[in-house]
């Protein structure tokens, strides 16, 4: 190992030390045209496996490594290296609360309309428009005091800004809201204003992809019955777990196509990435699924349109002794069709991305 290490060294010192450095962001293209990041030699495994398999390197190995040469803040030795040939350091989840994905099971109601307490880490983006004017939109989920997890495409709208969001919310025309008549109540929602706003950097990179995004608000919310995060996968073992059907929750439409002013849920039936690409470009929505992305819906006219871009897709999951509910994916595409066609909407695969979700929070 300690001569491996020498030679990467040694090796490194001579290609780089007559290398045209080519970038100057972390965002940038390999040799070969493909995005990649700046980031320490040591963690590119492609140039990595080129020191360690070879003695010699090929004098077009060489040249390779040269036009790979970016520039890094405090890092001697860069290179622009291919996003999936990224060495990820170990996941640090110590940020993402372990007390995650609770309901009270007495509490939950039943039907498409839900309890007060039963999705309490449902988020309601609410933006500003050219009048002043304060509009609801997307949807999203808290996971952890600081951080709301959304769709990309929720975070770059181009005719509204982002102003705050709300936690705590159910029924959109009550100040307090109660479990029935004489049930329990809850809390005041907590409106909460946005300290920064985090987009994927390969967005729509291709078209549709790699919609996710992240909310750090500007406060930290205050947990109580009605206000909770949600699980993440973030255990190799849950990331593989497939379902045959999700559970949808959100703002969006119902079937005669208003939007709702009750949060709403929805059991959704999975269908694999190939079926639901054929389905899709049935209604002209020219989109090729990638193992990122995960599809939903379109039967019993149940899909997206029962919930809000930016909303939550999940499962109830055992996680040691408790049942745990456990977001999998993000509304993402989907067609206008809410109680007129059956299709299924795509979802952005959340356990995908946990690498990059952790690597983008900081402590409160």
Known sequence: MME????IIIVAIALFAHSEIHAQSLSCTTPNSIPGQCITVHRCRHILNMFKTQTMIPPAQQSFIRQSACHLPNVKYA???QLDEIERPAP????LPTECGITTADRVAGGDETGVFEFPWMALLRYRDFEGGIVDGCGGTLINDRYVLTAAHCLRVHTLTLDHVRLGEHNKKTEIDCEGFDGDCA????????EKLMIHPQYNKPKFSNDIGLIRLKSRAHFQDHIKPICLPVTSESQKMVFPKYILTGWGKTETNKLSDVLLKATVPRLDNEQCTQILQQQRLWISLNNKQMCAGGKNLMDSCRGDSGGPLGMVVKVGRYPRFIQYGIVSIGLDTCGIQNVPSVYTRVGEYMDWIQENLQPS
Request: with cysteine; glycine share 6%.
């Open 79 to 81: 290179v622009c290296c």
């Open 187 to 194: 809390g005041p929602v907590q409106d909460i204003k946005i």
């Open 4 to 7: 491996t290490a020498m030679l």
């Open 92 to 95: 640090d989840i110590s940020l």
